[in-house]
């Protein structure tokens, strides 16, 4: 079974741009969840989504949003870029969520970084 | 936010040694994990604990989960240079909580 997959691996932009990240997780799995990496702050959590839904959002400005669609992929957009959001995006799957029990599968992430 | 301490930050041994690397938090976790990130990848689960005071144990690691479940351990037993990599606690809630991690170096 293919695991996590996340697209660009890597990404650079310029402060002002807008950003969209993309995440397709395990088959089967309705649940995408989404964090932010840094090495200050470390892993952050920025949303969770279950079947087009999202269930908790993280302490994180409007500038970041996300989506899922129907097939479980998930999109994950950040607009109006600063410098401070420079980090690895990393997005886990679930076959229950985070309210559930079932184990998160994180993707490799996608180092963005914002100049 | 319910925020978990991880230590030691750094740890650099040789191989063959032992090591224990620590999380704790003020808060109760119903469970709390254990994740291996090595450079360029994400996070591979490790260990789930749930009960207080329990022990399980992965080859040569041993987790122990504290009896009020505030706090975990993670033990390594004739450390090798595979072992290397980042090591985080997550305590489960409405999102994952984690630490900061400790950055392992096992060198030969």
């Known amino acids: 079974k293919a695991g996590v997959t996340q697209t660009p691996r890597y990404l650079i932009k310029t402060r002002g741009q807008q950003v969209t990240l993309s995440c397709s997780p395990i088959?089967?799995?309705?649940?995408v969840s989404w964090y932010q990496q840094t090495p200050g702050q470390g892993l952050q959590f920025l949303f969770e989504?279950?079947?087009?839904?999202?269930?908790n959002k993280g302490n994180f400005p409007g500038r970041f949003s996300g989506r899922q669609f129907s097939n479980s992929r998930s999109e994950m957009n950040v607009s109006t870029l600063e410098l401070g959001d420079s980090a690895l995006y990393l997005c886990?799957?679930?076959?229950?969520?985070?309210?559930?029990?079932?184990?998160?599968?994180f993707g490799p992430g996608t180092r963005l970084t914002v100049l | 936010t319910q925020l978990l301490e991880q230590s030691p930050q750094f740890l650099s041994i040789q191989e063959g040694e032992n090591l224990t690397v620590y999380c704790n938090s003020s808060?109760?976790?119903?469970?709390l994990q254990w994740y291996r990130q090595e450079p360029g990848e994400g996070p591979v689960l490790l260990v789930t604990?749930?009960?207080?005071?329990e022990v399980k144990k992965l080859k040569r690691l041993t987790f122990q989960f504290g009896d009020a479940r505030k706090d975990s351990s993670l033990h390594i037993t004739a450390a090798q240079p595979g072992d290397t990599g980042l090591y985080l606690c997550?305590?489960?809630?409405?999102?994952?909580?984690f630490g900061k991690g400790t950055s392992l170096l096992v060198t030969p």
């Open positions: 808060s109760v976790f119903s469970s």
């Open positions: 604990v749930v009960t207080g005071g």
């Open positions: 886990a799957s679930s076959l229950g969520g985070l309210q559930g029990s079932g184990t998160q599968y």
């Open positions: 997550a305590g489960s809630g409405y999102a994952l909580n």
């Open positions: 088959s089967g799995h309705r649940s």
């Open positions: 989504y279950f079947s087009e839904t999202q269930r």
